[in-house]
Each structure stands twice: as C-alpha cells, then as structure tokens.
C-alpha cells in the first residue's frame, strides 16, 4: 500500500497531474461541469441544491484511481460536516421564513383594518355633511315660504319631518361598519340575476323597481348587465351615493312612492332586508301595493334575515336598531301568496362556515345542532304574479 510519507511519490506532482486530468475531462465532456447557482434563485432553493448535490458526491468519485485514495481519506467526512452545516442552515431560514410571513401578515391585517375603520368613518363623515346640507337647504325654503302657509302648525310640521332625517347618517355608517363591503353584496345578489333574465324583465316597458336599495349595490349590479332598473329609498346619505355612481334613484317612502305608480307598471319589484323593517299593517299594505304595480307574470322578490338559524334569530337580527321582529321564512311566504302570487320558490342563503360544524356527518343529533346554528343566514321568497287566462283563449 502507498502511503503519505512514502519517500519515493512526490505529492504536489501528482496533485497537479491530477489536476490536469480532471480540467481535460471535464474540457472534452468526461465530467460533468458543476454549475454555479444563480443569483436570481432564492436562496432556500440554492441551499437545498447544494445539499442534494453534495449528498450525491460526498463519497471519493469511483472513477479516481485507487492508488491516489489516500489523498481523499478524509473528504467524506468534511463533506458529511458540511451537508449537516448546510442543513441546519436551512432550517433556521425556514424558521425566519415563517417568522417573516406571520410579521408582515399581521402588519398587513392591522393595516386592512385600520383602512375600513377610516373609510367608514368617511362615509359617516359623508352622510353627516350631506344630510346637514339637505336639512338646511329644507329647513331655509320653509322659513323663505313662512308667509305663504296657513299657520305656524305648517312650519313645525315641516320642521319635525325633516328631524325624521337625522338618524339617516348613524345609519349609513351603521350599514357600512356591518353590512359588508359593496364588492361582497354584489357577489351575495347575483343568485338573483338568472331569474330577472328567465322573466324577461329589466327592459324599458318592464322595469325593475328596488325597494330600500340602500347604497344601490343591486341596482349597480342590475346596470352592469344592462337591465333597466330604479330604485327608492328615504335614506339622504344612501341617495347620494348612489347618485354619485349614476343610479336612478327616488327620494321616497317606499308605500307612498308605489301609491304614486300606474297599475301593471312594473315588470318585477325587489326587497332585500326591508321586510323586517315593517309592522304588519304597512307590510300587508306594501304587498297589495307591489301585486298592483306588477304586470302579469311579474316577479317580487323578498330577502330577510333567517331566525330559524339561532344565532341570527336570538342575536345578530337585533344588531340593527331598527328592525322590528324576525319573520320565519313560511311567515313570508304565506304574506307573499296571501297578497296573491303564485309559484312561489323559497331560497336559502349564507350559510356559515362549514370549518365550524361539529359531529360526524352519520350523527342526526351533530346534523341538528349544525343547521340550528350554521344554517343559511338569509333567505329569499320568489314569486310570480299570475297571468289571468284571456276570455275565448
């Protein structure tokens, strides 16, 4: 065997042909020429390649003489050392990776958030500065026109209705803190747009009328797909945000505005969250209005809160002030067919997160609990104002 101390091999000699022979197999094709990692690459990728390349090459090459393995004697071990180095190095980058990611996600959701508080409170700040203007403008042209009115009762009446205006900015703030952003109740109400298309209406002899539309999220998504719709509410602030994106709109209560309206002069009439709003007597009344308005074959569409999922009938229904009582979806759909529609559809919306369910999908009793408590959120009552048979036909 040759050994290192061996008088008669000179080393460095040898290294050096050495050397030579692997640069001219390496010129002509022999070996394979390492490459050096990119500086483009992420450096977890150029990390774990190192490792697999060197893990694959820590063992002497078998094509190197045996006679000149003395010299490698110790590489496979200084290799091992360095894939071990390399490895723990991975795993802390890793560890600050993840570190990273959890820093800037938190920075970005407190930022997100911070970013809807302030534009909610510009929007509050919005309503507040147009419901003062619209009071005063009302409250000067009242006192401009004292002269003309027959006593002093006329001009405090007039007084008192436009002081029915003054919770309208609490409640547009109200609706932009918990309703959800205008983008999330598009996405919600386009379930509703295959049967406007199946009806045939939202053309200029078969309007669409939203009754409450609020911010005018149905009546924008309704224009973006060329249906002719309109849209009434009572709401300052609300009317002139829908004013500042071109919607048509009435400034209005909802009965009185329908009153207003010629027989069979709609082609379908929509509600969404007005309902609980209303005591029995107005609510009976609206509907006999809608059933008047609408031609025959004309649709009325009626979404509501859903109490038969518990947590919204015993606590997020009362979260607005200014609801009434929940109504059961069969409630309103005997409402509905009571004023005379037909063909009534009932749809369930919303439901809760599945992540959230508990039980076995085998268990009736977990199934029970999980529809009590996860079921749809909303729902919607569809019907059809019926088409009366011609005489003869």
């Known amino acids: 065997m040759l050994e290192s101390a061996n008088p008669e091999i000179d080393a460095q000699e040898l290294m050096a042909k050495v050397r030579a022979e692997v640069q001219r197999r390496q010129a002509a094709g022999g070996l394979p020429v390492v490459p050096q990692p990119s500086l483009s690459d992420s450096l977890e990728s150029q990390i774990a390649e190192a490792i697999r390349e060197t893990r694959q090459k820590h063992d002497v090459d078998t094509r190197v003489p045996k006679a000149i393995h003395w010299l490698f004697r110790d590489q496979g ?21 993840a570190g990273q990611k959890k820093m800037e996600g938190e920075i970005l959701s407190l930022q997100t958030a911070n970013l809807k508080k302030l534009e909610s409170d510009i929007a509050a700040l919005k309503g507040e500065t147009s419901l003062q203007r619209q009071a005063f403008t009302r409250l000067l042209g009242e006192l401009k026109r004292q002269h003309t009115l027959p006593d002093r009762d006329a001009v405090v009446t007039r007084i008192s209705e436009i002081q029915q205006h003054c919770l309208d900015a609490f409640y547009s703030a109200f609706e932009n ?15 509703y747009l295959p049967f406007v298309a199946e009806a ?84 009976l009344e609206l509907m006999s209005e809608v059933y008047r308005v609408l031609q025959e074959g004309g649709l009325v569409v009626l979404e509501s809160p859903n109490p038969a999922n518990i947590q919204v009938g015993a606590c997020n229904f009362y979260l607005d002030p200014t609801h009434r009582r929940p109504l059961p979806s069969n409630l309103t759909e005997f409402i509905v067919e009571y004023a ?49 048979a011609q005489v003869g036909a």
């Open 77 to 97: 071990a200084v290799n091992l050392r360095l894939i071990h180095a390399l490895e723990r190095l991975a795993e802390q980058l890793v560890v600050l990776r």
């Open 177 to 191: 803190r918990f309703r959800g952003s205008r983008e999330e109740i598009k996405e919600r109400l386009r379930v």
């Open 340 to 388: 005379g529609f037909t063909n009534l559809r009932t749809l369930f919306l919303q439901p809760g997160e599945g992540s959230s369910h508990v039980g076995s999908v085998d268990n009736p009793v977990a199934q029970r609990f999980n529809e009590y408590f996860f079921g749809p959120q909303d729902y919607a009552v569809i019907g059809n104002k019926p088409v009366v």
């Open 200 to 283: 045939g209406v939202g053309v200029a002899e078969k309007p669409i009328l939203d009754l409450g539309c609020g911010r005018g999220e149905w009546l924008e998504l309704l224009n973006e797909n060329g249906y002719t719709a309109r849209g009434v509410d009572m709401n300052i602030p609300a009317l002139a945000a829908c004013g500042e994106l071109g919607l048509q709109v009435v400034e209005s209560d909802a009965i009185v505005y329908l009153r207003s309206l010629p027989d069979r002069s709609l082609g379908m009439v929509t509600g969404f969250h007005i309902i609980e709003h209303l005591p029995l007597p107005p609510l």
